[in-house]
C-alpha cells in the first residue's frame, strides 16, 4: 500500500484547505482511511476516518462541524476539506490505512508521509 498526501500550507485563520491523499496497491474497497495529525511533544491523534467501502465516518470533538472527510473511488483519493481553521490546528498532517476498524493510531498499519498545516493568527 502507498499513501501520497498533499495539500498543505499556510493558511490563515478561518480559512480553508483540502488535504489529498492518493492511495495505490491495492483495492481499499474493505479498508479505514484515516486523516492524524501530529505537533513536536505531542502524540499523534486521530482527526477523521471513514470506511472505504460503505462511507460511515468518524470525526474528532476537535473537528466536528468544521472538518469533512471524503473519498473518490474512481480516483482511490481521501480528502480531508478542512474549514474554519484555528492556530491550533497547525500540524503534520498524514494519511494512514488499515484493514481493521480504524478509530484510533494502533489500528493503522500503513502511513503516507505528512504535509504541514501552518494556520496564523
Known amino acids: 500500500v502507498q499513501l501520497q498526501a498533499s495539500g498543505g500550507g499556510l493558511v490563515q485563520a478561518g480559512g480553508s484547505l483540502r488535504l489529498s491523499c492518493a492511495a495505490s496497491?491495492?483495492?481499499?474497497?474493505?479498508?479505514?482511511m484515516g486523516w492524524f495529525r501530529h505537533t513536536p511533544g505531542e502524540e499523534r491523534e486521530i482527526v477523521a476516518a471513514i470506511r472505504w467501502g460503505g462511507g460511515s465516518t468518524y470525526y474528532s470533538d476537535s473537528v466536528k462541524g468544521r472538518f469533512t472527510i471524503s473519498r473518490d473511488n474512481a480516483k482511490n483519493t481521501v480528502y480531508l476539506h478542512m474549514n474554519s481553521l484555528k492556530p491550533e490546528d497547525t500540524a503534520v498532517y498524514l494519511c494512514?490505512?488499515?484493514?481493521?476498524?480504524?478509530?484510533?493510531?494502533?489500528?493503522?498499519?500503513?502511513w503516507g508521509q505528512g504535509t504541514q498545516v501552518t494556520v496564523s493568527s
Open positions: 496497491g491495492r483495492t481499499f474497497s474493505s479498508y479505514y
Open positions: 494512514a490505512a488499515t484493514t481493521r476498524v480504524g478509530l484510533s493510531v494502533s489500528e493503522y498499519g500503513y
